[in-house]
């Protein structure tokens, strides 16, 4: 177990600089102590910014399931590995221990040959949060199938968009599934998209709401009769470090999605080492991290990182707010949670409810709590650490992007101190570096800039899909020999991190960089405010102007709305300047977010430029309907 935990700053330094110095013997050594191989690497890593190629571990041979599931078995074999928490909770919670989780992942993994699936053949997974995700995503690996899970919350066009892109042959879908108080007709989705997938030659069918649905015959198989004539034993293939693991989309600011590549070897090594780091796992610990599988947070951090640890990980069918806002702080008590990893939207969204929602239950089994996704505004940071980190709990605000595999900027608890709004520090084996506009690197303080990444890190992405050229254009270009976050950050006096929001979100008011964070956060200071976003709009004098989108708590109580605007530019006045007050400010019911919670931006700024119309694709909006009504109402 040679560095594999960080245990005390001193460490974390020597192991940072380590990093830095010898980042292949660094990586070398933590592959070749954690993990289980049937052929080590000739090389740790070779690599080419300008192009883009990063081979980690090469030419070593191994497979992840037998890392997440094999080698525990001997000793861990009837530990939980996934505790499934239904969407119902008087639904009972299921315990799969590592025995089953082979059982299920082997006859999973044997139906999917049975079905002709081989080695390199893509395989959509389109599943609502229950164990069947898991076993697929595994019994993709098991025998060098890409899995592409697509989030159950997609639309059949966007289905058919990511199916069609990556020719998957097989889909992995349910009858329907269960999300608060709705029930998802995702058969009927899947249905409606392959009109428009030809490469889709069979779809497994999950049963999990027993609604009525069309089998298509010579094309849909229900999957429980396959499994059970299937063998609970299967041979893991061999896979090369390099082959690709999975394919996840992220939206791209315009354009197609993108499909991110991820491999084998490097993705591994760098899930599980952060994964132990970053929320100080240690054994017999439950984990919970509330993300969607079909996001990268719950590929690297529900399930890939957590089960190469011999962690047991908990999956949440449910909502935060189903039945009532206690959900979850009622599952960390039933299930006795150690680790909770969530969304800062989801904190805010529950800060604005009743403390009692949080203060009757038991949270007291919290050692670590972690936010990720976008910035953590300043109130919310608190919120978050007194009344569910009961100020106990380190909060680790973790920076990544589905584009770097896991987290890569974060506080390390117990090890490193944390700072409200701060990522903090970069992790072993990863070198940030803040650039200006004309390609110099910013050595000063306190400066915002493009975040970059100079060196590469085991769980980078490999390519976009089949379109290498657009992995080169979108991440390697910019700043040539770096690889390109589309973040800005400021760095403080000590080196920490302060992720300021996307780059174009930085406005420029009067010559001065002004992130949107910090403005938000001084206008949610405000007690009538639940939520805010700032955007710039061009300006004849100041270049950019301050047009802010401010979501109120309970509307009827400020009728004030003048004196109301005072207030927020007096906040924004005392915690920023004067220089960073709001031109326009816009009372609405809610922001224009996607299904992962993030504020889109692009939209509130066609809007504050005057756009009434032309808002391009908003079809990943949880609530495209609000963009009609900020829209309407503007100012
Ligand atoms: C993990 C994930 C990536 C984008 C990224 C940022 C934003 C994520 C933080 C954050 C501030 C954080 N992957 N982001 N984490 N911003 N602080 N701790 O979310 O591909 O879906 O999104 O999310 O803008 O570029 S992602």
């Not at 505790?83 to 139906?111: G, Q």
């Not at 197609?256 to 100080?280: R, S």
Request: aromatic share 12%; glycine share 8%.
């Amino acid at each position: 177990m040679n560095n594999y935990s960080i245990n005390s700053l001193e460490q974390y330094f020597k192991i940072y600089r380590k990093s830095i110095r010898k980042p292949k013997k660094f990586w070398g050594e933590i592959a070749e102590n954690n993990f289980t191989w049937y052929q080590k690497w000739d090389k740790v890593v070779e690599f080419d910014m300008q192009k883009a190629e990063f081979e980690w571990y090469k030419n070593a041979k191994l497979n992840i399931t037998k890392n997440c599931i094999d080698r525990h078995l001997a000793n861990k074999g009837d530990k939980t590995a996934i505790i499934f928490e239904p969407n119902n909770p008087e639904e009972p919670s299921k315990y799969i221990t590592y025995n089953e989780l082979y059982k299920e992942v082997s006859a999973l993994s044997n139906v999917l040959r049975d079905q002709g699936v081989k080695k390199g053949d893509r395989v959509c997974i389109y599943l609502p949060m229950i164990p069947e995700l898991a076993y697929g995503m595994l019994a993709c690996a098991r025998i060098g199938a890409i899995h592409s899970v697509v989030f159950a919350g997609f639309s059949s066009n966007a289905l058919s968009t990511r199916i069609n892109d990556s020719e998957c042959k097989l889909v992995i879908t349910s009858d329907g599934g269960y999300r608060g108080a709705k029930t998802i007709n995702l058969k009927g989705i899947v249905d409606e998209a392959l009109t428009k997938s030809p490469s889709v030659e069979r779809v497994l069918v999950v049963k999990r709401t027993d609604a009525e649905i069309d089998m298509q015959s010579g094309r849909d198989l229900w999957l429980q009769p396959l499994i059970d004539e299937s063998e609970t034993t299967s041979k893991a293939e061999i896979i090369d470090a390099e082959d690709p693991l999975f394919i996840l989309y992220t939206s791209g600011s315009t354009g197609k999605p993108k499909g991110m590549v991820h491999t084998t070897a490097g993705y591994m090594v760098f899930t599980a080492y952060t994964f132990k780091n970053v929320f100080n796992y240690n054994t017999d610990d439950v984990f919970w991290c509330t993300a969607d599988i079909g996001w990268v947070t719950g590929h690297s951090y529900t399930i890939y990182g957590p089960l190469l640890n011999g962690a047991t990980t908990l999956m949440f069918e449910g909502t935060p707010s189903y039945p009532t806002y206690s959900r979850f702080w009622e599952v960390i008590q039933k299930h006795k949670v150690n680790q909770f990893y969530t969304a800062p939207t989801a904190i805010r969204s529950l800060a604005k409810e009743r403390i009692e929602f949080v203060q009757n239950f038991k949270l007291d089994t919290l050692k670590v709590i972690g936010s990720v996704g976008e910035p953590i505004n300043e109130e919310a940071w608190h919120w978050y650490n007194d009344h569910v980190g009961n100020k106990k709990c380190p909060l680790v605000d973790t920076w990544w992007q589905t584009e770097t595999g896991g987290i890569v900027i974060s506080a390390i608890p117990f090890v490193t101190p944390t700072k409200p709004t701060y990522a903090s520090l970069p992790f072993p084996g990863i070198k940030p570096v803040l650039m200006d506009e004309l390609r110099n690197e910013i050595e000063v303080n306190q400066k915002i800039g493009n975040l970059c990444i100079e060196y590469p890190w085991p769980g980078i992405a490999r390519t976009i899909w089949r379109d290498h050229q657009r992995y080169i254009d979108t991440y390697f270009t910019k700043f040539p020999g770096k690889y390109f976050s589309g973040d800005g950050a400021l760095r403080d006096e000590v080196g920490y991190y302060r992720i300021t929001g996307r780059v174009d979100d930085v406005i420029i008011v009067s010559g001065h960089n002004l992130g949107t964070a910090p403005i938000e956060d001084a206008i949610n200071e405000h007690q009538a405010v639940a939520e805010s976003a700032v955007v710039g709009f061009p300006h004849d004098i100041k270049g950019n102007a301050l047009y802010g989108f401010v979501v109120l708590k309970e509307v009827g109580l400020w009728r004030d709305r003048n004196n109301l605007i005072k207030e927020i530019n007096q906040l924004i006045s005392d915690q920023i300047g004067p220089i960073a007050k709001l031109a326009k400010i816009q009372f609405v019911t809610g922001l224009p977010k996607t299904r992962s919670g993030k504020i889109m931006r692009r939209i509130l700024r066609k809007i504050a430029e005057g756009e009434k119309s032309e808002f391009g694709d908003i079809t990943t909006l949880v609530n495209p309907e609000i963009v009609e009504e900020i829209s309407r109402e503007s100012l």
